[in-house]
């Protein structure tokens, strides 16, 4: 579980903050529809710079449940389990695992969701976007 964690935080740790990042606009009920799957991490975007998986590295899903939680589970089936809340009026989900802050969902779509790290916290640089594939 702390591999893949880790490799989350690694992730997250490879630029900063985009200005001009997307939000949400979804009622709460069809970003719940659209939100509660299993996804697939595609790669990483600094700034213009797409950063494919590298060969080798350990591959990770969230999976989204609607009561309000997730997983992040590893390619050994080991997960770490967090919670989501959605803030319509800042049009973003936060995620946070053991009362931490982690990540933001900024988009989503039928088949992508995109991800930043949370301003003011321990965790990665801002500015780095994670996207994430839907497994069908």
């Given at each position: ?96 695992i053991n ?38």
């Amino acid at each position: 579980m702390t591999k893949t964690f880790n490799l989350l935080i690694f992730c997250f740790f490879i630029g900063s903050f985009l200005s001009n990042a997307q939000s949400l606009t979804q009622t709460k009920e069809e970003l719940t529809q659209l939100l509660c799957k299993r996804w697939d991490i595609n790669y990483a975007k600094i700034g213009e710079m797409k950063i494919e998986q590298m060969p080798g590295a350990s591959d990770f899903d969230i999976l989204f449940d609607k009561d309000g939680t997730y997983e992040i589970i590893n390619a050994d089936g080991e997960a770490n389990k967090g919670k989501w809340t959605y803030y319509p009026k800042k049009q973003f989900v936060q995620m946070e695992i053991n009362d931490r802050q982690t990540l933001r969902v900024i988009d989503i779509s039928e088949n992508k969701l995109i991800c930043t790290s949370t301003p003011g916290t321990d965790g990665p640089p801002m500015n780095t976007e994670i996207h994430f594939k839907l497994i069908n």
